[in-house]
């Protein structure tokens, strides 16, 4: 079993196998040339695979391959059946922009892939296009469908940005309600890559919005997600993501990796370990002190709730 120094279980892993992206969303890295950390410097699949296999041993029992765009990574597939065919019954997940998902989503399922979130900004061409400064609407809608063909559980991830698809909150919503899909609306968080224009909407502005339509309750926090859960009077439930408050901290079980094997403890925070030296030594012994002692400075919260500070952490290098 894995415990941070504040005595929280650990056994939610997130391996971002990029840090490349075929969109330039507002939010993230607008202004970052096409470019890419020569192969040399990532941690080969099974590089990666020997970290994860230790953590799933010590306890990690949940999976969620990210980026950058993960599907930019050739062979994914079968990265995702080295994880799936190590322990039955893992909760194996990924994060995806979807635009790459029409040609590659039954492999993923066929692989051991049980869940999948897409982000999903806008139902309009002209606001998608805004947002990821490029035509992507038409495919990633096929994106959700071939997920939804080939049986993955979906859900949808919406950062909303005023001035841009605030309009849209309440035509996301009930396009995820008609289909069975939970949209997630994450509130903006600050980084130093993203636009120095965008600007997101709080919580209680979205829910505020949704209330021009809807009534809804708020649920109870159960288990250890960051989502605070909401429900409509049909049971229709949605949730949003508020890095701004820190309640979610306290139940924080979570972990990251970065291709090029930075253990990440919190996803504001600078602090962070390298076991690339270890994993390309083979001394897996090594990486597993070096985990332990990431786990122990493990913050006991975000910082976003001080003075409105805005990160350095680059989210495309490790996913959300």
Known sequence: MLIDGHGRKVDYLRVSVTERCNFRCQYCMPEKPFSWVPREELLTYEELFEFIKVAIDK?????????????????LENFI??????????????????????????????????RINISLDSLKEEVAAK????????????????????????????VPLK?????????????????????????YMENDYASKYAKGLDSVEIQNIIKEKYTFKKLERCGTSPSQEYELEDGYKFGI????????????????????????????YEDAQSI???????????????????????????????????????FYETGG
């Open 59 to 75: 306890g990690i029992n949940k999976v969620r391959v990210t980026g950058g765009e993960p599907l930019l990574r050739e062979g």
């Open 163 to 187: 001035g841009i698809n605030e309009s849209e909150i309440i035509d996301l919503l009930e396009f995820c309600k008609e289909r069975g899909y939970e949209i997630r609306f994450i509130e």
């Open 241 to 268: 993501i508020e890095p701004h408050k820190d309640d979610f901290c306290s139940t924080c079980n979570r972990i990251r990796l970065t291709a090029s094997g930075v253990l990440i403890p919190c996803l504001y």
């Open 131 to 158: 947002i990821a400064q490029k035509n992507v609407l038409k495919t990633v809608l096929k994106g959700i469908e071939a997920a939804r063909v080939a049986g993955l559980k979906i859900k949808i991830n919406c």
């Open 276 to 314: 690339k030296e270890a994993i390309k030594a083979k001394d897996i012994k090594k990486a597993v002190e070096i985990l332990k002692d990431v786990l122990k400075n493990k913050p006991e919260k975000n910082r976003w709730t001080e003075n409105s500070e805005i990160s350095a952490r680059a």
């Open 81 to 114: 059946r080295m994880i799936s065919e190590y322990k039955e019954g893992l909760d194996l997940a990924l994060t995806t922009n979807g635009y790459l998902l029409p040609k590659v989503a039954q492999k993923l399922a066929d692989a051991g892939l049980k």
